[in-house]
């Protein structure tokens, strides 16, 4: 029998250095958990500032290329950055509607996402769709960050993974 990708299992480090190299197609409705870049800052000791039992866990579902495609038309233009050193991609919305289109169609739960006044805030949903009142209560620099990840599909690092899985 002819060896095939489908009878091939791969290794970590074959897996990874696929990913690195943008080598996998879509997985379509796939979940994936994401923490807002402030939240996992570290210190000059590359110690995290805020331990990991309060950051706040956002669940995104990503989209396909053609879903992604679109919601780029929506969105509008996209801005090179430098962020760390490296070039980055920033979407910029055409209007905060087409943000938030995005974000009621693809974020599908949180947790430890606390009000100032150190109460927790639900989530809630309408058939699967996050309503307009959880939405609301997200920042407006988060709600964008949020897109970019959306559409780029960022994923957290393994040692920012590690004892965030429910």
Same mark, same amino acid.
């Given at each position: ?20 190299? *943008?080598?996998? *197609? %879509?997985?379509?409705?796939?979940? %994936?958990?994401?923490?807002?870049? !402030? ?6 000791? #590359? @110690? ?9 866990? %956002? ?5 396909? *290329? ?54 927790? @805030? ?5 058939? *699967?769709?996050?309503?307009? #009142? ?11 960050? %949020? ?9 957290? !690092? ?7 899985? !429910?």
């Amino acid at each position: 029998m002819e060896e095939t990708i489908i009878n091939r299992v791969l290794d970590n480090d074959t897996r990874k250095k696929l990913m690195e190299a *943008g080598a996998f *197609g %879509f997985t379509k409705n796939k979940e %994936f958990p994401y923490v807002p870049e !402030s939240v996992r800052e570290k210190d000059e000791n #590359d @110690i995290y500032k805020l331990p990991k039992e309060y950051w706040p866990v %956002f669940k995104f579902k990503g989209k396909d *290329g053609v879903e992604s495609a679109n919601m780029e038309k929506d969105l509008g233009y996209m801005q090179m950055v430098k962020e760390n050193g490296k070039d980055v991609q920033n979407w910029i919305s055409k209007s905060g509607a087409s943000r938030i289109k995005v974000l009621m169609d693809c974020v599908k739960g949180w947790k430890n996402y606390y009000d100032s006044e150190g109460n927790e @805030i639900p989530f809630r949903h309408n058939n *699967g769709m996050v309503n307009k #009142d959880s939405i609301a209560r997200i920042p407006s620099a988060w709600a964008i960050e %949020f897109v970019n990840v959306i559409i780029e599909r960022t994923v957290l !690092s393994p040692e920012e993974l590690e004892g965030l899985e !429910s």
